[in-house]
């Protein structure tokens, strides 16, 4: 049974260019997570699916982040335009409902320079 | 919102020895999770322990939910659990996981 799955691992984006990650969660599951983690913030909310359906948004991250859920197998989220201070490490999460285990991809390293 | 503290922020510990890591959040807690993250890996999940006790190998778990606490108790501490540990917290079952800052373990030889 495949895991949430990731790509890219790494992203080099030019500052103000368009990026897009990309996550497979768990086959089956219904809920899904993109988190940023950063050393200073830790781990911090972008977007929450349930069943495709957009449940919450991370407030702050609204304005230049964008996550979608094109079908429940297949998630994307578009960052437009980069920024130098959006360099952290992009993590996509699945559970099955909302009190199940949550399981982790591997992350994105975004690197904006 | 739903708030979470940890403590320690960080415990060096020599092999062999017993850890602690403490979890207190600010609201009833109906979904709780705790994460292991090696540096620069993946975040695995330990426990998923709303309330109760749970066991797994030398890692105990126990959740008080009335109280807002959880502890994560590591027995016979050995090199290889070095990294951060993360509890995670949802105050219903349609509501995000929110995350503590972490502890930082080291286990020294």
């Known amino acids: 049974d495949a895991g949430v799955t990731q790509t890219p691992r790494h992203e080099v984006a030019e500052k103000g260019q368009t990026i897009i990650l990309k996550c497979e969660p768990v086959s089956g599951h219904n809920d899904l997570f993109w988190y940023r983690q950063t050393k200073i913030q830790g781990l911090e909310l972008l977007s929450y699916?349930?069943?495709?359906?957009?449940?919450?948004d991370g407030g702050a991250f609204k304005d230049r982040f964008k996550a979608e859920m094109l079908n429940s197998s297949f998630s994307t989220l578009k960052i437009q335009p980069t920024e130098p201070k959006d360099s952290a490490v992009y993590l996509c999460?699945?559970?099955?409902?909302?009190?199940?285990?949550?399981?982790f991809g591997s992350g994105t390293r975004l690197t904006v320079l | 919102g739903q708030q979470v503290q940890q403590s320690p922020a960080s415990l060096v510990l020599q092999e062999g020895e017993n850890a602690e890591l403490q979890c207190n959040f600010s609201s009833t807690a109906t979904r709780l999770q705790w994460f292991y993250q090696h540096p620069g890996g993946r975040l695995v999940s330990l426990f998923y322990n709303p309330s109760g006790t749970k066991h797994t190998g030398r890692l105990t778990s126990t959740t008080v939910t009335n109280e807002r606490r959880s502890s994560l108790h590591i027995s016979s501490s050995q090199t290889t659990d070095s990294g951060t540990y993360f509890c995670a917290i949802a105050s219903s079952s349609f509501s995000k996981l929110v995350f503590g800052q972490g502890t930082s373990l080291s286990v020294v030889p």
């Open positions: 999460a699945s559970s099955f409902g909302g009190a199940e285990t949550l399981y």
């Open positions: 699916f349930r069943s495709k359906s957009l449940m919450e």
